[in-house]
């Protein structure tokens, strides 16, 4: 017999299992829009692992973002592959910071590598959100504790949750379940690390 099953923010593109999902790129285009808004045209993007599905949707929704808002295409201004973590942003933001001309505002893959970028721009002498506005993703505890508090994309998690278990105990029932992705939508937090240029 099988084995009831159901991903959560995990996907298989090549299996047909139920399937729980943050709308990545919808989350980055939330941010994107925002950043618009606030006059921002030369945003940078460090990226998560290549290798992860979320990361791949998340650079997906960023260079949507550059066409749709008409953002700066340089090539400097994306950091690729960064692991999750708050030294891999600083890495990352300090290498954007030698770049001839600097991003104005800085959207990541997670808000550790947020942090990490955070801790670069202070460690530099700029100021955030006045000289940077840096935007994270996730919503994790530490973004509304750190200075200034982080304006980021929130992961309803628990939302998440409850749909995963509520599709398996359906299936656990002997209900059929279609195999379908569910997107799950964000929404953006907006806190004080961006501000309009």
Same mark, same amino acid.
């Given at each position: 017999?099988?084995?009831?099953? #159901?991903?959560?923010?995990? &996907?298989? @593109?090549?299996?047909? /299992? @139920?399937?729980?999902? $943050? !709308?990545? #790129?919808?989350?980055?285009?939330?941010?994107?829009?925002?950043?618009?808004?606030?006059?921002?045209?030369?945003?940078?993007?460090?990226? +998560?692992?290549?290798?992860?599905?979320?990361?791949?949707?998340?650079? &997906?929704?960023?260079?949507?973002?550059?066409?749709?808002?008409?953002?700066?295409? !340089?090539?400097?201004? /994306?950091?690729?592959?960064?692991?999750?973590?708050?030294?891999?942003?600083?890495?990352?933001?300090?290498?954007?910071?030698?770049?001839?001309?600097?991003?104005?505002?800085?959207?990541?893959?997670?808000?550790?590598?947020? /942090?990490?970028?955070? !801790?670069?721009?202070?460690?530099?002498?700029?100021? %955030?959100?006045?000289?940077?506005?840096?935007? +994270?993703?996730? =919503? %994790?505890?530490?973004?509304?504790?750190?200075? @200034?508090?982080?304006?980021?994309?929130?992961?309803?998690?628990?939302?998440?949750?409850?749909?995963? $278990?509520?599709?398996?105990?359906?299936? #656990?029932? +002997?209900?059929? =379940? =279609?195999?379908?992705?569910?997107? /799950? @939508?964000?929404?953006?937090?907006?806190?004080?690390?961006?501000?309009?240029?």
């Amino acid at each position: 017999t099988e084995i009831p099953m #159901v991903l959560l923010d995990y &996907y298989i @593109p090549t299996e047909d /299992i @139920p399937t729980v999902l $943050v !709308d990545n #790129v919808d989350g980055i285009l939330k941010a994107c829009k925002y950043l618009a808004s606030c006059g921002h045209k030369r945003v940078a993007y460090l990226s +998560g692992d290549s290798v992860e599905t979320s990361a791949q949707e998340r650079l &997906y929704g960023y260079q949507r973002a550059q066409v749709m808002y008409r953002f700066d295409s !340089d090539p400097n201004l /994306i950091a690729r592959d960064c692991k999750s973590r708050i030294d891999e942003g600083f890495r990352a933001m300090s290498y954007l910071l030698t770049i001839k001309s600097l991003p104005t505002a800085v959207l990541t893959y997670n808000d550790l590598i947020a /942090i990490g970028a955070m !801790d670069a721009v202070k460690q530099h002498g700029l100021s %955030i959100p006045k000289d940077i506005s840096i935007v +994270g993703f996730d =919503d %994790i505890r530490m973004a509304s504790e750190v200075n @200034p508090t982080l304006t980021t994309v929130h992961v309803p998690k628990r939302t998440m949750g409850i749909m995963a $278990v509520r599709r398996l105990l359906q299936i #656990v029932k +002997g209900n059929q =379940d =279609d195999g379908q992705k569910v997107l /799950i @939508p964000t929404r953006l937090m907006i806190r004080n690390s961006t501000a309009e240029l």
